[in-house]
């Protein structure tokens, strides 16, 4: 009697666990999606250092937008096009023009690292076919193209689904293909930026 009471303790036992373990995953709380598809951000352009972009230009108005094609866990592929426009300060040294316009278009990786609860923090890097286009008003004066690469990060903070708002930073670096001397290339061939970013992500 003794055992076959034991043999039944047993095995209600056993039964209450493998159901409380079928149950507990229908219970826990679904984790929160962390993709994101697409952002549309305004871009405060910044030239830093010894280059033409830096000493002879303000940046004025610049936007964004990347699309993701691909994603796995927490990494994102997407294409990327931005577009900044600078008003040239100084005509010595950027020519006779009004405005030098700026455009990447490109191929951006980032990774998304959860901080706390709707809060992602997002380091990218991009790599892209840059171009440079100098004109005023009424017309173009040239085009220059090149390539350029950029490193940086965002944090964003899910308002509700998957639309997020986010502000991030970036540092990048273009090489527009130019023809001057020697001495001059670095000056006008080679342009750092530091950029800031304010968008919105879905």
Do not use: C
């Not at 994102?76 to 096009?81: P, S």
């Not at 923090?121 to 220059?144: A, C, E, I, W």
């Amino acid at each position: 009697m003794k055992t076959i009471f034991f043999i039944l303790l047993l095995f209600l036992g056993t039964v209450g666990h493998a159901q409380d373990t079928l149950m507990k995953p229908m219970l826990r709380k679904k984790p929160e999606a962390r993709n994101e598809y697409i952002s549309i951000y305004r871009i405060f352009p910044n030239g830093i250092g010894n280059n033409v972009l830096a000493k002879a230009h303000n940046g004025q108005g610049a936007v964004g937008v990347t699309v993701t094609f691909y994603e796995h866990n927490m990494l994102h592929v997407q294409g990327l096009y931005e577009f900044m426009q600078y008003e040239v300060t100084d005509r010595s040294l950027a020519a006779n023009v009004q405005y030098t316009n700026l455009a990447n278009y490109g191929v951006q990786g980032l990774y998304k690292i959860p901080i706390v609860n709707k809060v992602d923090l997002n380091p990218k890097f991009s790599v892209t076919y840059m171009t440079l286009h100098q004109r005023d008003n009424r017309s173009s004066y040239g085009k220059q193209e090149g390539y350029g690469f950029s490193a940086g990060f965002d944090t964003d903070f899910r308002i509700a689904g998957g639309f997020r708002v986010f502000a991030g930073l970036g540092y990048a670096w273009s090489f527009p293909k130019t023809h001057t001397n020697e001495e001059y290339k670095s000056f006008f061939g080679s342009l750092q930026q530091l950029n800031i970013q304010l968008g919105i992500k879905f």
